[in-house]
């Protein structure tokens, strides 16, 4: 399966080989994405076999752009592809607060192909943020949205091994603790590749450790071994 991917930046959309430096993204740049997505990007497409790390990185993206404000946030239900023109709408809308909104499809299929068309074309300035985990390689939305400029295409796949692990560090440090190399290895051996499980179960080992403590293998043993007894 290929590795996360976002596209590169927006000088380079116009390049022949885009699609393929996609693949050639690491993790650690589509983080740095996810964190300034930039205005020129219009509509990002999540997809892939992780609903958990889809959800994950769609609200990171949401706290981007949208800074906590729910007034910037605007959630369009599965039944919004009815209306070709909802998001190009929704994204050109202005917050009562100010700033840039953020509109979330949650669970987008094909049918938002014409609506997601019309937001690359709108006047923005908002984001829309597609979630559709079932979305192939020739699906509607993916064919329309790999190769236009302003969009970002972002596979969210099961992560294994090194990367789990990383992973793992990662949340553990958003959750104010930090932990040994053996012990995220240990983490990522146990605790399976769904990333709503892994967080929910690091978030109790952060509590159990308290902020700014240290995970060590004996810390992890008591959270991963009670999991694996469901």
């Known amino acids: ?31 740095a994405f996810l964190a300034d997505p930039g205005r020129d990007c219009r509509v990002v497409l999540l997809h892939g076999d992780d609903p958990g790390l889809i959800r994950e990185r769609a609200e990171k993206l949401a706290r981007a752009v949208a800074g906590g404000d729910p007034m910037r946030l605007v959630e369009v239900p599965r039944e919004g ?25 949650r669970d987008a ?23 559709a985990p079932e979305a192939q390689a020739r699906s509607k939305l993916r064919t329309l949205l790999e190769p236009a400029p302003g ?11 090194a990367d789990l692990a990383r992973s793992a560090g990662a949340i553990l440090g958003e959750l104010g603790v930090s932990a040994e190399p053996a012990a995220l290895d240990w983490l990522a051996q146990r605790l399976g590749q ?37």
């Open 1 to 31: 399966k290929p590795s996360p991917s976002t596209p590169p930046s927006p000088a380079s959309t116009n390049s022949p080989t885009r699609s393929a430096r996609w693949r050639a993204w690491t993790t650690r740049r589509v983080e």
């Open 81 to 105: 592809w009815r209306d070709p023109g909802l998001l190009a709408a929704e994204a050109a809308s202005v917050p009562l607060t100010g700033g840039r909104p953020l509109v979330r499809v």
């Open 109 to 131: 299929g094909d049918g938002f192909a014409a609506a997601a068309k019309a937001a690359l074309g709108g006047p923005g300035p908002g984001l829309v943020v597609l979630e």
């Open 151 to 161: 969009a970002a295409v972002i596979a969210c796949y099961r992560e294994r091994g």
């Open 194 to 230: 769904d990333r709503m499980l892994l967080r929910r179960e690091l978030e109790k080992l952060a509590l159990y450790v308290g902020e700014g403590g240290h995970v060590g293998v004996e810390d992890a043993e008591p959270v991963a071994t009670a999991e694996a007894r469901r």
